[in-house]
């Protein structure tokens, strides 16, 4: 049973910085891709940023310059340090996690971690 783990999150003044933390558990397997989302209240979930084998990286827009992915040393762990925090960046981040097979894909989510952000 694979299950991701994300910590990291609080309250943070704008300006301030996070780092998130996830690390996945229950798979014997390296994922292809690990990336985080986030959702705002009445939003729909949106991704922030992904990091996918071959240490290709993107991220929406809105977080370009201010927010850095990484993946970790070990096995299936991912970060995302958010620098220069805007009240709009308040959501509950989630971890996402992805193996393509050639039959099917597989796409892990964690629980999510509050990240608030005030003015």
């Known amino acids: 049973q694979v299950q991701l783990v994300e910590s990291g999150g609080g309250l943070v003044q704008a300006g301030g910085s996070l780092r998130l933390s996830c690390a996945a558990s229950?798979?014997?397997?390296?994922?292809?891709?690990m990336g985080w989302y986030r959702q705002a209240p009445g939003k729909q979930r949106e991704r922030v940023s992904v990091?996918?084998?071959?240490?290709?990286?993107n991220y929406a827009d809105s977080v370009k310059g201010r927010f850095t992915i990484s993946r970790g040393n070990a096995k299936n762990t991912v970060y995302l340090q958010m620098n220069s925090l805007k009240p709009e960046d308040t959501a509950v981040y989630y971890c996402?996690?992805?193996?393509?097979?050639?039959?099917?894909?597989?796409?892990?989510w964690g629980q999510g971690t509050q990240v608030t952000v005030s003015s």
């Open positions: 996402n996690a992805v193996r393509y097979t050639t039959l099917r894909n597989y796409d892990y």
């Open positions: 229950g798979s014997i397997f390296s994922f292809d891709a």
């Open positions: 990091f996918s084998s071959g240490g290709v990286t």
